[in-house]
């Protein structure tokens, strides 16, 4: 009898610890929590220029919004720490089936997703913009950052960031896209104001999954002001 009721108390224990893991795998997320970091920043140790860049920017805005340290490292160096990867090699790093081809997603396609407990931001493999949107798009929709012009911007802050549900696959429905301002030259190849390529303030029908006015062919950028 006392056997009989061990093994249904063990038995309820180990019930009771896989809900546990299966909540925290995909409950919320906590990036920042009480202004501490409680991810770090996965990139691969040959990446891109632009994957690094896509990095620091990610990094700089996280720490202006909430004061946290996101640190860096390979994924083989993240041990059991949740971590944001970023760019292709870090991403399949987490899930390797993950589909990257630049044939589907180009150069500027995009992908977010939760994979368990971290995070993949990234674009197709070899592509020159992608991951960079995929960033871009992650500071606006998480942390709430808003770029108006080149010198101005909002970045709202926050004490936590955390991620619920996350999984945009994004293409632009773009062949070409520009910025035609003088104003914006100097940032044009970061399409800061809605590296989507898409007009904001659009009516409800003729919102891309981003929010933005979707385009045909081409388009152009716009700011809020």
């Not at 798009?137 to 991620?163: A, C, M, Q, S, Y």
Request: proline share 5%; aromatic share 4%; glycine share 8%.
């Amino acid at each position: 009898m006392l056997h009989s009721t061990s093994l249904r108390f063990v038995a309820v224990f180990v019930v009771a610890i896989s809900v546990s893991l299966a909540h925290a795998a995909d409950g919320p997320l906590a990036v920042v929590e009480a202004g501490k970091a409680r991810c770090v920043i996965a990139l691969a140790a040959d990446a891109s220029v632009a994957e690094q860049h896509a990095a620091e920017e990610l990094q700089v805005y996280v720490k202006e919004s909430t004061g946290a340290d996101l640190a860096v490292c390979t994924p083989a160096d993240a041990g059991e720490r949740h971590v944001i990867a970023i760019g292709p090699d870090a991403a399949k790093s987490l899930m390797p089936g993950l589909d990257l081809n630049r044939d589907e997603l180009g150069h500027d396609g995009i992908v977010l997703k939760r994979a368990g407990t971290n995070i993949v931001l990234t674009g197709a493999e070899a592509a020159k913009r992608g991951t960079l949107y995929a960033v871009h798009e992650f500071l606006e929709r998480v942390v709430g950052v808003n770029w108006w012009t080149p010198t101005e911007r909002t970045v709202p802050k926050h004490t936590d960031l955390i991620v619920e549900d996350l999984a945009v696959r994004y293409v632009p429905p773009l062949l070409s896209r520009g910025v035609l301002c003088e104003a914006t030259r100097p940032q044009a190849q970061r399409l800061e104001q809605g590296g989507c390529g898409h007009v904001r303030g659009a009516p409800a029908h003729q919102r891309a999954p981003c929010g933005h006015r979707r385009g045909v062919g081409w388009t152009l950028l716009n700011y809020r002001v």
